[in-house]
Each structure stands twice: as C-alpha cells, then as structure tokens.
C-alpha cells in the first residue's frame, strides 16, 4: 500500500485532521482493493457485464463511496454517482478495448472462463492495489475537503485557495494560489470552476484532480 502518512504529511493540514484523512485513506483503499479484486474473478470466471451489470458494479461502489463518508447529503449522493461512474466507465473501456489474444476477445465476448495469462497487462492494471490506492487518496480528499468547506461555510464570508507551493505543484494551481472569493463562489482554477481542491462538480476534469494537495483556508 502508499505510505498514506507521507502523502498528507505534504498536505497543510491540522494534526486532527491529518489523522482522520490517514485512518479513512486506508480503510477506503481496502474496500477499493476488495472490490477490484472481485472484479478480477468475475472476469476471468465470464461473470463481468454478463451475469453481473454496469449497473450492479456501480451500486455497490456508490455504497462503498457513501460508507466512508462521514456525512450523507445531497452533494454525497451526487459524488458517489459521479464517482461510481467514472471508475466503472474508465474498467469497461480497459476490458473492451484491450487488444489482447484472440482466448481474451472470445471469452469477453462470450462471458466464458478466461486465463489470467491471456488477460492484456492494460486490463490487470484496472485490478491493481496501486490503482486502489491512488482512488482512495483522491477521494479521501474529497471528502474532507467537503466537509472542511461546508464548516468554512458556516463562519466566514470568503474563503482562499492555498497550494503547496513546491515543485511538484502543477501550473494551473500555482496560477490559483492566494485567490480569494466570496464563500458561495467557486474558485476558477485551469479555466474550470471549483468550491474546494478536488471538485468536480462543475466539470473540473481529472487533470485538475488527481494528486490535488491544495487546501481551503
């Protein structure tokens, strides 16, 4: 697994609320590993999107994404829709696409057994503990800067973007550092409009969201 500690050591935030991001990171990157690890067999026994739908997959991640929220509201159910999404839709291009063996493209086709041998590499790094990490990590973030935002929300009238400020920190977001706006309007960061670092509600593309350490002050 990440070392969770060192990543949000990076990130400027309260002890508490370190501890809290690092506790729920690897509990989420667990149920991530879980589920993608029973995705894997449900290929590979001809299970996936046969016996088992799009729609089946993305149930069970919006219960897993809601499960590790420490709140339910309207903007966490809309998340974990968004969320269930964009990791099923992102598995499905992988398993379809790959231009494998022709055992692999039959077996797909058909939902019959397949060998993880004949499975292509692009398609095994979907059911990776690496990519269950880095989708913990980034959704861990979200959470609590959600929940760190809708606090912000109820005691002052403007809040500010703060990144990193480091080498590692990417261009749109150093553009963004310092910017301050009224609470109830969102910042504009790469030329797409955020509440808060990682969201994506108002169509902030993945580029703008992975690996986010900025903060809300």
Known sequence: MYNTTAYFDEMNLLQHDKLRRIKTADKFAKEI???????LLALMSGVFMHEKTSTDYREELMDLYIAMAESYDHEVLEKAHRFSGYIQEATERAVYKAKGNQEYQTAIQLGIRVKEEDIPKSVLRMFTDERANEIALNETNWIYNYLNHKQLAETQATHTWESMRDERVRNS??????????INEPFIVGGYKMMFPLDDSMGAPISEIIGCRCVEL
């Open 33 to 39: 590993m879980r589920f993608l690890r029973n995705q």
């Open 173 to 182: 977001h150093i553009k963004a550092d310092g910017q301050t706006v009224p």
